[in-house]
């Protein structure tokens, strides 16, 4: 490093000091993005070893998903509600890789018992992705893939309108409205294969559930979905 960047490096560390994700303590070194604290504190839900989980109930009678999971729950004012914010909206693209490869870790075992044949993110409306730089999704994805050494594609499923307004309408218009919203690029890329569709947050499901249809419509041969976190 020339004398010139290792200035510039110590500014940046004095203007932005590197700090946990989850604590804003600096408990960390350069590399680490959260503090052993708030690691070990996370609140794994070990859903991916539960049948009949809370998230697989979101499905019932809604969709034929074959696993769901959520790998945390998704508790206010927590560390991991910290590191999810700042995935959403503080550009940390790093951050969301390396949750993602927290959640590959948790998934190991899963991986070994149900055949995963590709790993698809849930699409973000392309004007959100184009203002956020990345979609957050296909970030844990990245990092999920490259602990499982499985096939992830972020162009297969997309996104056309923004369902912002749907807040104002029925449970079954928004379906609807959810529906329409997403497309398949080529349905020979999910003919016959195991999917699993990851999401950052699971809520009410129902994009998650359209996707899945959209996805079984199209022939693929079954359906898991995991998410980061689960809000209770
Ligand atoms: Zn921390």
Redesign the pocket.
């Known amino acids: 490093m020339s004398f010139a960047s290792s200035c510039m490096d110590a500014l940046s560390h004095l203007f932005f000091p590197h700090v ?6 600096d ?2 070194d350069s590399v680490q993005m ?2 052993t ?2 690691l070990s504190s996370l609140p794994y839900t070990g859903f991916q070893h539960i049948n009949n989980n809370a998230i697989e109930k979101i499905f019932w009678g809604r969709t034929p998903i074959q696993k769901a999971f959520s790998i945390f729950y998704y508790i206010p004012d927590s ?1 991991l509600q910290r590191i999810v914010h700042q995935i959403k909206y503080n550009n940390a693209s790093s951050l969301g890789i390396y949750m993602g490869s927290l959640m590959g870790e948790a998934m190991k075992d899963f991986f070994l018992h149900h055949p995963i044949e590709l790993i698809l993110p849930m699409p973000l409306h392309p004007k959100k992705e184009y203002a956020r730089g990345y979609n957050q999704a296909s970030l844990l994805c990245t990092g999920i893939a490259a602990v499982v050494t499985n096939q992830f594609r972020d162009d297969v499923l997309y996104r056309l309108e923004n369902t912002a307004t749907q807040t104002k309408k029925s449970r079954i218009e928004r379906w609807e409205n959810v529906a329409e919203v997403f497309q398949i690029k080529d349905s020979s890329l999910v003919h016959s294969k195991h999917i699993l569709l990851v999401d950052d947050v699971i809520t009410t499901g129902a994009s998650a559930e359209a996707c899945a249809n959209l996805l079984l419509k199209n022939k693929a041969a079954s359906v898991s979905i995991c998410s980061l976190a689960y809000t209770i």
């Open positions: 946990c994700a989850g604590c804003s303590s408990h960390v959260v503090c604290n708030c560390p």
